[in-house]
């Protein structure tokens, strides 16, 4: 099993930036696939980013890219996600989530990809 904790969400003004960590336990994720999903009030939870079990291939959601990175330290288990230019429309509840390896990267912008969830962290972008 692995556990998964998100922290680093908080108050922001479009246009600035804030960092979110996943930091995982009770089992390495250098094995894993990683992912951030994010949830707005009253709509279902969408894909954001992925990373691979290495760090060396990532994809991104159109509505992110270019704003967000998506990256990972597997030394320390865990998983980031920094995120630039925020705007109001980025304002969700974000998720992280771990899967096994071993498929295409497109696979992992859905959420039966992944068998692990973090309780979430809120980000809000004040206009």
């Known amino acids: 099993q692995v556990q998964l904790v998100e922290s680093g969400g908080g108050l922001v003004q479009a246009g600035g930036s804030l960092r979110l960590s ?11 696939t ?8 009253g709509k279902e939870r969408e894909f954001v980013a ?3 079990w ?10 992110v890219k270019g704003r967000f990175t998506i990256s990972r330290d597997n030394a ?5 996600l920094q995120m630039n230019s925020l705007k109001s429309e ?13 498929w295409s990267m497109s696979y992992y912008t859905t959420h039966g990809a992944y068998d692990y969830w973090g309780q979430g962290t809120q980000v809000t972008v004040s206009s």
């Open 22 to 32: 996943c930091a995982a336990s009770g089992r390495a994720i250098s094995s894993y």
């Open 34 to 41: 990683m992912g951030w999903f994010r949830q707005a009030p």
């Open 50 to 52: 992925t990373i691979n």
């Open 54 to 63: 290495s760090g060396g291939s990532t994809y991104y959601a159109d509505s």
């Open 76 to 80: 320390k288990n865990t998983l980031y």
């Open 90 to 102: 980025d304002t969700a509840v974000y998720y992280c989530a771990g899967g096994l390896s071993g």
